[in-house]
């Protein structure tokens, strides 16, 4: 009986215990252990996603077996029968990649895939192995392969971004969390980055000013830092780059080491060119015809250097990172395009040496130091970003008196008599972001300030001294209606002021005073301030049904003024030009609508971005009927002014795999725009790129065991005759380029050295680009470049096992 009765109680608990519900949590990371967000987890018929922190939370589960299933965009899916009992109630889950190969633009990842699918605006996303393919000059020349990028390029080294026909400070470029300050308000002030420092590479078209604020209206390129996994030892690469255009040589190589919990990486680059080459033996610099020696740009040679260091802690709670980085370059400015008087110039000293740098030229070296620092809480994470640079800038140039300026140059002066202007900047930038989960809500909440110190020297004057205070606060809303539907609202308010210094010419000018004739320092620039407010806001939505994705993004934008637009009184040496500053401008304020539609099937692909803008009070500078007589050697004088614009155009991206090894895609861009009021009323904005569009076919063969990742490529670009022009600028005719690239892997010693060729514009064909600096004295872009570079790796990396 007591056996009976013992079997009865048995069964009873047992049957409570099994009966019993309860919470269960599973983490999602990546293998590298970084958590994967909205990421669906399932067990038998209950599902939770995953948030911020890469946890999901499913109540009401009953002790017992379970199939336990966790799904992510660009993930494979796992299964496991897992057994939850009374202490078994939180699992581990480490997802592994499932790579989807586009060979003929980059590899995506699976973070790449959420990334994307979950935000409302309109995003590219590279990474290194793209910028090794597709290497240029720099980095944006790299980049404008993609739709809707493009570049000011000036000379073989120097470029600034443009999206969607946007550019100078209307597109910010983020370093490792820190907005990048440079001079990069002028069209030959290129971005002091180095492209083989940079690790993934994230480009927002379209307006981002809720998250980055001022200068973000047109969009926003954030360059993230290079992965260093843990527990690898030490290990590094060489990269090694030849060009034959202009007889480039350079090399970057790294060096890195990690533990469990710690990591260094670090880097030194070099680069060193010639002048480059165009297909043309004559150009014209506005009227003046300038014979060029074997076809070269005299004086556009350069060298550039790049130090890079970090350093860092990894922990579960805590992650810190320092970033040092300084980099240097010496390049010339094509002598017959700068300065007042082109036809002095000595070309057969320019001529007998094609590395030599004579004036005029510039120096630029930017410092960086950069820190960020992530805790993470049991329901989000707070980040922390610290940042301080310093940007200086020389321009170099023979004393060229005009206007009341001495004829020769004062013994008496302390500054240099080929020190033409000088930039000195420095910037302190915070950061702090916190974020959190409410039920389906992932909340973000930031505040970004920084505040600039710009000093000036130099004979010569454009700009005066000043300091910049910005500062602006947000919250953003990521709402997860269903599995497939997302939400996002975000608002932002951002503060600004400006103070300028009073400038004085450092030579006496005749002027009138009370009626009687004196000579007297003229003042340049007043002392005077501004301040600005703008309060901004977005709405947007993800649908992602299977294998169609929808955006949509609708929003206010934002730019201050920046100190060229309003205190600028001086001769602007590119461009032959008088410019005058307007200190009564107002910011920029822009509307969009941002659409984008994808649909992935198994060997094809389609993606449509639309969008339209609306500018209430554009800034742009104005050609007037005057010529400045005392300071602008007779130049015509421009001044800023603002007008009401729309703009609106579209990118399409489709991708065909007719074989395993044989592929194609096509990528277009058109972009109209046109100023509604004020003096150029019908016309379109400066810049403006021409329709354009690019066929790829790509054959990727496997040739053996030891060569991996080969292809075989050719791009055909086909660009529109650019006829919807603003005085200045000329119309630009259409042309076709043809560009090649081969590469592969091929393993040595266990080692997989990475080889890339590339040819540039195979055909030798002389055409212009419509957004290039240079396009106004009509001078074509480069000619046929062949590019080879090589990684050479030190050490294997050893592969972490999967979970």
């Not at 987890?41 to 999901?56: D, I």
């Not at 897992?82 to 973070?111: C, M, W, Y």
């Not at 192995?129 to 990028?149: A, C, E």
């Amino acid at each position: 009986m007591k056996r009976w009765c013992a079997l009865f109680f048995s069964c009873f608990l047992t049957g409570l215990v099994w009966g019993q519900n309860v919470e269960v949590s599973v983490y999602v990371s990546t293998t590298d252990e970084e958590a994967i967000t909205g990421a669906k987890v399932s067990l038998n018929h209950a599902y939770a996603l995953t948030e911020l922190s890469g946890t999901a939370i499913l109540k009401n589960i009953s002790i017992g077996n379970h199939l336990l299933v966790v799904e992510a965009k660009g993930y494979a899916v796992y299964e496991k029968r897992i057994q939850i009992d009374g202490r078994k109630r939180h699992f581990h889950v480490k997802l592994k990649p499932e790579v989807n190969q586009l060979k003929t633009v980059e590899i995506n990842s699976s973070a790449q895939h959420i990334r994307k699918n979950t935000d409302a605006r309109n995003i590219e996303i590279v990474d290194q192995q793209f910028v090794q393919r597709n290497l240029d000059g720099s980095l944006m020349k790299t980049l404008d392969r993609l739709p809707g990028i493009s570049s000011i390029g000036i000379g073989s080294g120097q470029s600034k971004p443009i999206i969607r026909g946007l550019g100078f400070n209307r597109v910010v470029v983020i370093d490792k969390g820190i907005k990048h300050e440079g001079q990069q308000w002028g069209a030959d002030h290129g971005l002091e980055i180095d492209q083989f420092a940079t690790g993934e590479i994230e480009i927002i078209k379209g307006p981002s000013s809720f998250v980055y604020g001022s200068d973000a209206i047109g969009g926003a390129i954030n360059l993230k830092p290079v992965n260093v996994p843990l527990k690898q030892g030490l290990g590094g690469s060489v990269n090694l780059i030849g060009k034959t255009n202009n007889k480039h040589y350079g090399s970057s190589v790294n060096l890195f080491g990690s533990n469990e919990k710690w990591f260094f990486d670090s880097r030194a680059t070099y680069q060193n060119y010639a002048d480059y080459r165009v297909p043309t033996d004559k150009v014209y610099v506005y009227d003046y015809a300038v014979n060029l020696y074997n076809q070269q740009l005299r004086n556009t040679a350069g060298r550039e250097t790049g130090l890079h260091f970090s350093t860092g802690y990894v922990g579960k709670a805590l992650k810190t990172s320092f970033y040092a980085s300084n980099s240097h370059a010496k390049t010339g400015f094509f002598a017959n395009a700068h300065g007042l008087e082109p036809r002095n110039v000595d070309e057969a000293l320019h001529d007998a040496s094609d590395r030599d740098i004579q004036l005029p030229y510039q120096t630029v070296n930017h410092f960086k130091l950069i820190n960020r620092t992530e805790f993470s809480h049991p329901n989000g994470k707070t980040e922390v970003e610290l940042g301080f640079q310093h940007n200086y800038r020389q321009e170099f140039n023979r004393y060229t008196a005009h206007g009341y300026m001495p004829p020769n140059y004062p013994n008496d002066m302390t500054i240099p008599i080929n020190l033409e202007r000088v930039y000195d900047k420095y910037i302190y930038s915070g950061n702090v972001k916190h974020s959190f989960n409410i039920h389906k809500h992932q909340v973000q909440m930031g505040f970004n300030g920084d505040f600039q110190n710009n000093n000036i020297s130099g004979w010569s004057f454009l700009i005066p001294a000043f300091q910049q205070l910005n500062a602006g606060v947000f919250v953003y809303d990521k709402y997860q209606v269903e599995p497939d539907l997302l939400l996002h609202a975000a608002m932002r308010y951002d503060h600004g002021f400006y103070q300028f210094e009073q400038y004085d010419d450092w030579f006496r000018s005749e002027d009138v005073v009370n009626g009687s004739m004196v000579q007297q320092y003229l003042t340049r620039a007043r002392d005077f301030s501004r301040n600005f407010n703008s309060f901004v806001w977005s709405l947007g939505a993800n649908y992602n049904p299977g294998k169609l994705n929808i955006k949509a993004n609708i929003g206010k934008s934002f730019r201050m003024p920046i100190a060229k637009e309003l205190a600028a009184n001086g001769v602007n040496y590119h461009y032959f030009s008088y410019e005058r500053g307007n200190e009564n401008l107002d910011p920029e304020v822009a509307y969009q609508i941002d659409l984008g539609l994808t649909w992935t099937a198994k060997r094809w692909s389609v993606a449509v971005n639309p969008f339209y803008n609306y500018f209430t009070n554009y800034i742009y500078l104005n050609p007037t009927a005057y010529h400045d007589r005392f300071y602008g050697a007779g130049n015509q004088v421009f001044e800023y002014q603002q007008s009401r614009v729309m703009r609106y155009g579209a990118e399409l991206k489709a991708t065909y795999q007719w074989l395993p090894t044989l592929s194609s895609e096509f990528l277009g861009e058109y972009v109209y725009s046109e100023q509604l009021s004020g003096e150029k009323k019908g016309f379109t904005l400066p810049f403006s790129p021409a329709p354009s569009g690019l066929l790829n076919l790509t054959w990727s063969p496997k040739i053996s065991n030891s060569i991996s990742d080969t292809y075989f490529s050719v791009d055909y670009r086909l660009t529109a005759a650019q006829n919807n022009i603003v005085p200045p600028e000329k119309k630009t005719p259409g042309y076709q380029v043809i560009n090649l690239q081969i590469g592969g892997s091929l393993q040595m010693n266990k080692h997989n050295i990475d080889l890339s060729l590339q040819v540039q514009n195979l055909m030798d064909t002389k055409y212009f680009n419509h957004t290039s600096f240079y396009r106004l004295i009509e001078l074509p872009e480069a000619s046929r470049n062949v590019v080879l570079s090589l990684k050479i790796p030190f050490k294997s990396i050893k592969k972490q096992n999967n979970q």
